[in-house]
C-alpha cells in the first residue's frame, strides 16, 4: 500500500524550493529605491505596493511572482522593503499617489508615450 504524502513533505521538497529559487531570481527591484528615485514617502510606497498586489490577485496573477517582502540591514538598523519583479515595478508606479508630480509624470508617460 502506498504511503500518503503529507502537506508539509510536499511543501519543502526539492523541487518546490528550486521554483521558488526561481521566482526570486526574477524579482530584481528594491521598492525602497522609489522613494529616493521618485521623492515618495515610505507610507505612499507601502500602500502602492498593496494596490499593486491587490491588482495581481484581481486578474489571477500570483502575487509572489511579482511581490517578495524582505528585511534589509542599513546603519539605522532593520526595515522592511519589497524586492519587485519588472512588472511589480509598474504596477506599484501605476498605484502610487499621482499627487506626486514625478508619479504623475510617469503615469501621464504610460498613455502618451512621452
Same mark, same amino acid.
Given at each position: 500500500?502506498? =504511503?500518503? #504524502? *503529507?502537506?508539509?513533505? &510536499?511543501?519543502?521538497?526539492?523541487?518546490?524550493?528550486?521554483?521558488?529559487?526561481?521566482?526570486?531570481? +526574477? &524579482? =530584481?527591484?528594491?521598492?525602497?529605491?522609489?522613494?529616493?528615485?521618485?521623492? &515618495?514617502?515610505?507610507?505612499?510606497?507601502?500602500?502602492?505596493?498593496?494596490?499593486?498586489?491587490?491588482?495581481?490577485?484581481?486578474?489571477? #496573477?500570483?502575487?509572489?511572482?511579482?511581490?517578495? =517582502?524582505?528585511?534589509?540591514?542599513?546603519? +539605522?538598523?532593520?526595515?522592511?522593503?519589497? =524586492? *519587485?519583479?519588472?512588472? +511589480?515595478?509598474?504596477?506599484?508606479? #501605476?498605484?502610487?499617489?499621482?499627487?506626486?508630480?514625478? #508619479?504623475?509624470?510617469?503615469?501621464?508617460?504610460?498613455?502618451? +508615450?512621452?
Amino acid at each position: 500500500m502506498n =504511503k500518503p #504524502i *503529507l502537506f508539509s513533505e &510536499l511543501m519543502y521538497s526539492p523541487i518546490n524550493e528550486f521554483i521558488e529559487a526561481v521566482h526570486i531570481y +526574477g &524579482l =530584481k527591484c528594491y521598492a525602497s529605491d522609489f522613494v529616493s528615485d521618485f521623492d &515618495l514617502e515610505a507610507h505612499h510606497l507601502e500602500v502602492a505596493v498593496e494596490r499593486a498586489i491587490l491588482a495581481c490577485q484581481a486578474l489571477n #496573477i500570483p502575487s509572489y511572482f511579482h511581490f517578495r =517582502k524582505i528585511y534589509r540591514v542599513d546603519d +539605522g538598523g532593520v526595515y522592511s522593503d519589497w =524586492k *519587485l519583479s519588472p512588472y +511589480g515595478c509598474y504596477l506599484t508606479l #501605476i498605484n502610487a499617489d499621482p499627487s506626486n508630480i514625478m #508619479i504623475a509624470r510617469f503615469q501621464s508617460s504610460l498613455i502618451i +508615450g512621452d
